[in-house]
């Protein structure tokens, strides 16, 4: 769901700054669709009755790969895409925008767990398997869910300049986009994902407030665990320690606020490092080069 609604809500924001999106609608017979999670949303028009647009928005389905397959949605988008300026799809709406064609000898990308069915499925489609989202021509593709918004933020800033999109980003309470070519796979991602109630505790506590001490001791207390037992269990399922975890985490926040264009301080604060120099020492032991 997040997939139109997140984009939708980007343009809706900049509509109050500025003049220029007016949102539609679009389903293959006009009727309302049914989510995933069950909520109906109310379509404005059939494919067949839309006249011409500027920009054609594919979300992708829980469903996916096998709803894009359908010969009626495929020649929806094959009709729509000429209408538009440009055309763009969020997640797994690749399949729909490959399966029409409009994909052959371009650059495109999907969530990272469709990348090898579209690679394989659609050979003439040079499918970039990390990015967040890619431009080729007039054509956009994006990967899952949240990246959606980073793609409709460019879009927005493409369209009236950097200035009102990262106001947008920063009243939806967002770091301005980030970029196309940011990896999907975040630092502390790269490892196995966390399975028991500590590890999550560990993270939601570090996500809910980057900024608050995660020392040792204040960790376990939050994971109502001893600090030798939550050493343990992080290092049998994270493979690492729950200071480095945290550590990790940290970077994640800190790159994206450095790609949305905030300064070393910033970034270092909003992630919770203390201090810039904390932060360039993690970043420089992390990535071998200094932040900027």
């Known amino acids: 769901m997040l997939d139109f609604v997140g984009p939708a809500e980007v343009f809706l924001e900049a509509n109050q700054r500025v003049d220029g999106y007016d949102i539609v609608f679009l389903s293959i017979d006009g009727g ?17 009755d839309s006249g011409d647009f500027d920009t054609l928005i594919v979300p992708g389905s829980e469903s996916a790969p096998a709803v894009f397959e359908d010969p009626a949605l495929l020649d929806a988008v094959a009709l729509l895409a000429p209408r538009a300026r440009r055309v763009a799809s969020i997640c797994s709406g690749a399949f729909a925008l490959a399966g029409s064609g409009l994909l052959d000898g371009r650059s495109a990308t999907t969530h990272w767990k469709f990348t090898s069915a579209l690679a394989e499925r659609f050979p003439d489609t040079r499918v970039q398997p990390d990015s967040i ?20 933020l460019a879009l927005v800033e493409s369209d009236h300049g950097a200035p009102i999109a990262r106001t947008v980003a ?3 309470l967002v770091y301005m986009q980030r970029s196309g070519g940011q990896s ?29 001490p ?4 204040a960790l376990a207390a939050h994971a109502n665990v001893s600090v030798r037992h939550l050493n343990r269990i992080v290092r049998e399922e994270l493979g690492t320690t729950p ?27 909003d992630a919770g490092f203390g201090t810039p120099a904390g932060f360039r020492r993690a970043f420089v032991t992390k990535f071998g080069v200094t932040p900027s």
């Open 32 to 48: 309302d669709v049914v989510t995933s999670m069950g909520m109906t949303v109310s379509v404005n028009a059939a494919v067949a």
């Open 133 to 152: 989202f890619v431009r080729d021509g007039d054509i956009y593709t994006s990967a899952g869910v949240a990246a959606g918004i980073d793609l409709a």
């Open 170 to 172: 920063q009243l939806l």
């Open 184 to 212: 999907q796979y975040s630092v502390s991602l790269k490892g196995p994902p966390p399975r028991t109630q500590v590890s999550r505790a560990i993270t939601d506590y570090i996500h809910a407030d980057p900024t608050r």
């Open 214 to 217: 995660a020392n040792l001791s």
């Open 243 to 269: 200071l480095d975890y945290v550590t990790a985490m940290r970077l994640d926040i800190a790159v994206v606020a450095l790609e949305s264009g905030y300064s070393v301080a910033r970034a270092a604060a």
